[in-house]
C-alpha cells in the first residue's frame, strides 16, 4: 500500500528544485565584466567600439557577427570597459564583439589567432559577481 | 501573496470588530474603550533620490498604500502597511536591457502618536522600517532587488465623518514621509555599490482613513 508519509519528504525537495531551479535570475546580484583592450605595442587601445551580446551568428561569408546586442561602447583613453548586468542561473555565456578594422589577438591552443569575437562565461566570477577578463590584445588591418 | 494577506486581515478587522465592541461594552472594560483600529487607503507619489540607481533607473508611476492602525488612545500604537507603485525603466548601464517595465511592492510597521489638534485635526508623527522590493521582467524569468527601508513621517488627518453609527470615524489622510534605502545584500562590483545599494526617498499619499472604535 502507497505510504503517504513517506512521500512528504520527497515531495518538498522536489518542490523547493522546481522554485529555486526555475529562477532564471539570481535576485540581489549583478555580474561585471571588467577588462583593458591594448595595442600591438602594449599601449592602452582607446575609441575601440565593442559590442557585448549573447548572441552571435554566422554571415553567408562564414563570419560569426552579433545578432543582436546588450551594450554598445567605445573604450576610453586608458582602453578600459567596464559592462553589468543581472546576474543569471543559466544562460552565462557573452560574447565581446569587435568591428573591422579592429580584430582581437587570441592564444588557441598555443596559437596566436585572429577573431572578431571572444567569449567567457560569467560562472568564474568573484564573490563581487566580477570577471576580470585582464589585457586584451586587439590588432588593427 | 502578502497583499493577499493584508487584504483577509484588514477585511477581518473590519468585519470582527463591531461584534467585538458590542461584546465588550457592557463589561466597561476601559482599555477596549480606548482602542481604535484605523484602516486606510491612499494614493501615493514616490520619488527616489536622483544620483543613485533607483533614482537614475526608475520612472515611478502613481501607487497605492495600505495601512492598517493599531491604537489606545492617549498611548504610542503600531501600523502596517503595504504599497506598491508601477514604474517605467530609463536607459541605465546595470540592468541590460533585459527588462521592459519594473514595479516596487513594500511591506512594513511603523510607530506613531496622534495628536489631536482640535475636534476635527489630528497629526500623527511616525517612525517605520520596510522591505521594498523591486521586480523586473514578468514570470518566471523575474528579477528582484531587495532593499531596507527606514522612514519617519507625518500624517495629517481631517474628520470628515464623526461616530457614524456610532461605531467609526471617517477621515480624510494626507502623508509624506522621508526615509533612507539600503541594499545591502545586493551583490555587485566594489565601485558601483554605493550607487547601487543606497538611495534615499520622499513619499506623499492622500486618502481615506476609517477609524474603528
Known amino acids: 500500500m502507497l505510504n503517504v508519509k513517506k512521500l512528504i519528504g520527497p515531495f518538498w525537495y522536489v518542490l523547493l528544485f522546481l522554485c529555486v531551479g526555475c529562477k532564471f535570475y539570481v535576485d540581489d546580484s549583478f555580474d561585471t565584466f571588467l577588462g583593458t583592450l591594448i595595442n600591438e605595442s602594449g599601449l592602452p587601445a582607446s575609441d575601440v567600439e565593442l559590442i557585448f551580446t549573447q548572441e552571435l551568428e554566422f554571415t553567408d561569408n562564414q563570419t560569426l557577427v552579433s545578432r543582436s546586442f546588450i551594450y554598445k561602447l567605445t573604450t576610453d583613453e586608458t582602453g578600459k570597459f567596464k559592462f553589468v548586468v543581472p546576474s543569471k542561473s543559466w544562460d552565462n555565456l557573452y560574447f565581446l564583439e569587435i568591428k573591422p578594422p579592429f580584430q582581437f589577438e587570441i592564444d588557441f591552443f598555443g596559437e596566436k589567432e585572429l577573431r572578431n569575437y571572444i567569449q567567457f562565461s560569467s560562472t568564474e566570477k568573484d564573490k563581487n559577481g566580477v570577471l576580470i577578463l585582464g589585457n586584451i590584445k586587439v590588432i588593427q588591418k | ?213
Not at chain 2, 23 to 38: A, C, G, I, R, Y
Not at chain 2, 64 to 82: A, C, D, K, Q, T
Open chain 2, 1 to 213: 501573496m502578502r497583499k493577499v494577506f493584508f487584504f483577509f486581515t484588514v477585511s477581518f478587522v473590519l468585519l470582527a470588530y463591531p461584534a467585538v465592541t458590542q461584546e465588550l461594552t457592557p463589561k466597561k472594560n476601559k482599555f477596549w474603550d480606548k482602542f481604535s483600529v484605523e484602516p486606510s487607503v491612499e494614493a501615493q507619489y514616490r520619488k527616489f533620490e536622483r544620483n543613485t540607481f533607483l533614482g537614475d533607473t526608475y520612472a515611478l508611476g502613481l501607487g497605492y498604500r495600505m495601512n492598517l492602525n493599531l491604537m489606545v488612545r492617549g498611548y504610542p500604537g503600531i501600523g502596517f502597511y503595504s504599497n506598491g507603485l508601477n514604474a517605467s525603466i530609463e536607459d541605465t548601464i546595470f540592468l541590460g536591457g533585459f527588462f521592459k517595465k519594473a514595479s516596487t511592492s513594500e511591506f512594513g510597521s511603523y510607530v506613531f502618536y496622534k495628536f489631536n489638534l482640535n475636534k476635527k485635526i489630528a497629526l500623527s508623527p511616525e517612525l517605520g522600517v520596510g522591505q521594498l522590493r523591486v521586480i523586473h521582467g514578468e514570470r518566471p524569468a523575474r528579477f528582484f532587488l531587495n532593499y531596507r527601508h527606514v522612514f519617519s513621517g507625518l500624517g495629517i488627518t481631517y474628520s470628515l465623518v464623526r461616530e457614524k453609527y456610532g461605531i467609526f470615524d471617517m477621515n480624510l489622510i494626507v502623508k509624506v514621509g522621508y526615509g533612507t534605502l539600503n541594499g545591502k545584500d545586493i551583490v555587485i562590483n566594489p565601485s558601483d555599490q554605493n550607487y547601487v545599494k543606497r538611495s534615499t526617498d520622499f513619499q506623499s499619499g492622500l486618502g481615506i482613513q476609517f477609524a474603528f472604535f
